[in-house]
């Protein structure tokens, strides 16, 4: 009887092997198996992740060294190098992409309603990341002149804190290029960085009810149409809105928007954001949101 799993074994355990079997049913992953199982191929890889193993003989050399472990994974043994090449070339990937959206599926449900604080709206987080890669051994990732690297770009999905959108560049593409074809949901609340401010972007957004937070550019030109109350007792020290006063930047985001100002005691430093107004106009009658 086992008594403490291991971290990797309660992973593994997520997953549920009547539903794995079904899909191993349904796209025939054991057709030309040769004795290697589906469920031992996709623990083998997944040990491949949690491990960040580089090759396939660190994978095969990692199982045989829990080899007396392997059969609380659902294992009899460990594959070798061969088997595992095979394998990978062989084996549709459908079966785990099912199994990918259906744990996915499983998690965000399991998430739902464990959140102390929570919004009426979906909120959202966008952002990128550079991971850097050795221009020799990833001749296709050129980011710069010197430098090899891949982009992910990310939006968080804070229901169920899992990815809603994943987009990969090779070629330094801009933040807010890939914004621009993001497809999200009217009411939700989109955060993100400086890197994100496009003023055509926020009017389509604005158009399209839906709410975004990020940090003003330091050369905005604008005017201060309305100052409005700020809570008492609370780190905000201005509430105004504004419109833009700079033609080009006028002419894409005509709407008035809202700056408010925030202090951040932690790092002593006061912090300007820039959000859709909650007023907007609607078939010229002004309405409330």
Same mark, same amino acid.
Not at 185 to 211: C, G, H, K
Not at 241 to 265: A, M, N, W
């Given at each position: ?61 990692? &199982? #045989?060294?829990?080899?007396? !472990?392997? =059969? ?9 190098? *061969? /088997?595992? $090449? ?23 449900? &399991? #998430?739902?309603?464990?959140? !102390?604080? =929570? ?9 990128? *990341? /550079?991971? $850097? ?43 807010? /290029? ?112």
């Amino acid at each position: 009887m086992v008594r403490h799993a291991s971290l990797f074994s309660q992973i593994v355990g997520v997953v549920d092997r009547n539903q794995f079997a079904r899909l191993v049913s349904e796209h025939y992953s054991e057709r030309n198996a040769k004795g290697f199982k589906s469920w031992d191929h996709f623990v083998s890889m997944l040990f491949c992740q949690v491990a960040q193993a580089k090759s396939l003989r660190e994978i095969s050399g990692g &199982l #045989a060294s829990a080899n007396g !472990k392997l =059969r609380h994974l659902g294992m009899t043994q460990p594959p070798s190098k *061969s /088997t595992l $090449s095979y394998a990978n070339q062989q084996r549709p990937c459908e079966t785990y992409q099912s199994l990918f959206y259906q744990t996915l599926t499983r998690c965000q449900h &399991l #998430a739902l309603g464990k959140h !102390k604080f =929570r919004f009426k709206n979906k909120l959202l987080s966008l952002d990128s *990341s /550079t991971i $850097s890669l050795c221009l020799g051994l990833f001749p296709w990732a050129k980011f710069r002149r010197t430098k090899g690297a891949v982009k992910l770009h990310l939006l968080l999905d804070h229901d169920g804190y899992l990815p809603s959108f994943v987009h990969i560049t090779t070629d330094g593409t801009h933040d807010v /290029t890939v914004a621009r074809d993001l497809n999200i949901a009217p009411e939700s609340i989109v955060a993100m960085d400086r890197a994100y401010n496009d003023y055509r972007l926020f009017s389509r957004w604005t158009q399209e009810r839906i709410y975004f937070v990020t940090r003003t550019k330091s050369n905005a030109a604008y005017r201060v149409v309305e100052t409005r109350e700020v809570p008492q007792n609370r780190n905000i020290i201005s509430n105004e809105l504004i419109e833009f006063t700079d033609k080009k930047s006028y002419e894409k985001c005509p709407h008035r928007l809202r700056k408010i100002v925030v202090f951040d005691k932690g790092n002593d430093r006061y912090i300007e954001l820039l959000t859709k107004s909650y007023d907007i106009w609607c078939n010229n009658n002004r309405r409330h949101l």
